[in-house]
């Protein structure tokens, strides 16, 4: 037997009860699409081809996967073996080694527990196929995995088609199956559907490979890998359990969820070490942060780079392409967007810094906003190292504040300001002394003045 891996991965399912427009598989788990999960975990474990298999009108999955995996067409769902059927085309050059068959409807796969798989086919007794068996707290409608005295794996019977004895059965099928592909591809043909559900049952090729005196094995995992999802609770629950994933992973490397079940990660979070984060945070897509970093309570991060030791929260919005610098402070409602801002600057309270560069060291008041939008086109806004931009300051793009320069509170600024310039821009106060008073008498009093 040789080491060759092939991977086919049943999509042509409707997903009906997700009462979606997106097919199923292409709904997102912690911000990847759930398929993208299968992918990756049969491309971890070097399955080359990978063949997709999807239903007639479902072109959005097939370019969703293209460049990554093959895609064939089964043009009526009728069951699991007859799916298998359409991806032999695209295998056609397979006469030995595995063909790993997975659904793309279970994100939680692990690439560990299908190189366990691929390690018991490719043992010393080489069985025809390895199930993937788990232990459901409710058995249900899951096929049960009916095993020999010698505790090889006799055949699968699907839930509606067992008998009480058999239903007792606590071990199911998970779905995946490793397939010696000289037994997939010869085998395949055999499957009949007399069965309850009048469906071919890729189920079956466990006992016809029985029948011709090969031997088949399990491999069990946790019940949370198989999950599949049907619906939009199934979805929920499906994401319920990768966040509990990815959140466990980053307290392994070394990263404080102070209460992690607050915190929503994404498929490609990536937090450095001793890096803490409050309770309430929601992490998009895209988002890198250095060790030592805060992120406090209710801020939202997609896109944005932070250096070590920046601050960011409470309440902060990083957006795409916010850069933050090393040591960094962005507090408070504040927006950051396509922006970077220099080692130890400093934008503590309600601002908006769009389409700019802020220089190290930089100081932004209460209310700075980056005006950088005329309604037409965006335009950039420079602050250089060391500026001081007054509260509620508007800083009217494109511009540019020097080095050093100072803003003063309140000002609207058009112009470039120079380095170490100091610029004003705002109405001339006007104070008259005892003028409030004498207002309120003329009001109190009509007609007298
Ligand atoms: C299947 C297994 C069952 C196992 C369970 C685990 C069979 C006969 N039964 O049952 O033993 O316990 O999964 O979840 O295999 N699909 C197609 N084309 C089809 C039918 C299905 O592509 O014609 C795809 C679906 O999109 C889905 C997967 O195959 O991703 C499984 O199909 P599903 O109908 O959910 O099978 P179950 O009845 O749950
Ligand atoms: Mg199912």
């Not at 037997?1 to 009860?17: E, N």
């Not at 932070?306 to 408070?332: K, M």
């Not at 109405?427 to 003045?449: C, L, Y």
Request: hydrophobic letters at 45%; proline letters at 6%; aromatic letters at 4%.
């Amino acid at each position: 037997m040789t080491d060759r891996l092939a991977a086919v991965v049943l999509a042509a399912g409707m997903g009906t009860r997700m009462k979606s427009e997106l097919p199923k598989v292409l709904h997102p788990v912690a911000g990847k699409p759930m398929i993208d999960w299968v992918l990756d975990a049969a491309g971890s474990i070097g399955a080359d081809p990978v063949v997709v298999v999807t239903a007639p009108g479902q072109d959005a999955v097939r370019k969703a996967v293209a460049g990554r995996a093959a895609s064939a067409v089964q043009e009526q769902p009728l069951g699991t073996g007859d799916a298998v059927k359409p991806a032999r085309q695209a295998l056609a050059p397979m006469t030995d080694g595995t063909v790993i068959v997975l659904y793309g409807d279970t994100p939680m796969i692990t690439a560990a527990t299908l190189s366990r798989m691929v390690e018991a086919r490719r043992g010393p007794d080489a069985p025809a196929v390895v199930v993937l068996g788990f232990e459901p707290a409710d058995p249900a409608l899951y096929g049960r995995l009916v095993l020999g005295a010698d505790h090889s794996l006799e055949r699968i019977v699907e839930a509606r088609d067992a008998g009480p004895v058999e239903r007792e059965i606590r071990l199911c099928n998970g779905g995946v199956m490793a397939i010696d592909a000289a037994v997939l591809f010869g085998m395949l043909d055999a499957i009949g559907n007399a069965n309850v559900k009048g469906e071919y049952y890729l189920t079956d090729i466990v006992g016809i490979a029985r029948e011709r005196d090969r031997r088949c094995a399990v491999v069990t995992c946790s019940p949370i890998e198989t999950m599949g999802v049907d619906s939009r609770a199934g979805l929920a629950a499906a994401e319920a359990a990768m966040q509990a994933r990815l959140r466990a992973a980053a307290m392994d490397d070394g990263v404080t969820l102070v209460a992690p079940e607050t915190v929503f990660l994404c498929h490609d979070t990536r937090l450095g070490r001793d890096v803490t984060v409050h309770p309430h945070v929601v992490f998009g897509p895209g988002v890198t942060v250095a060790d030592g970093v805060e992120i406090r309570s209710f801020s939202h991060l997609e896109g944005a780079t932070v250096a070590t030791g920046a601050i960011v929260g409470p309440y902060a919005r990083l957006r795409p392409g916010a850069d933050i610098g090393a040591g960094a402070h962005i507090g408070n409602f504040v927006e950051i967007k396509n922006a970077t801002v220099g080692p130890g600057a400093k934008a503590n309270h309600l601002t908006y810094v769009g389409d700019a560069r802020v220089g190290a060291g930089a100081n932004l008041g209460a209310g700075t906003i980056t005006c950088n939008y005329d309604g037409f086109a965006k335009h950039r806004t420079d602050i250089g190292a060391g500026a001081f931009i007054g509260s509620n300051s508007a800083l009217v793009a494109p511009v540019a504040i020097g080095d050093g320069a100072i803003v003063g509170a309140g000002s609207t600024v058009t112009r470039d300001v120079p380095a170490d310039a100091l610029a004003v821009v705002r109405g001339e106060d006007r104070i008259v002394p005892g003028g409030a008073a004498r207002f309120r008498s003329r009001r109190a009093n009509p007609g007298k003045d």
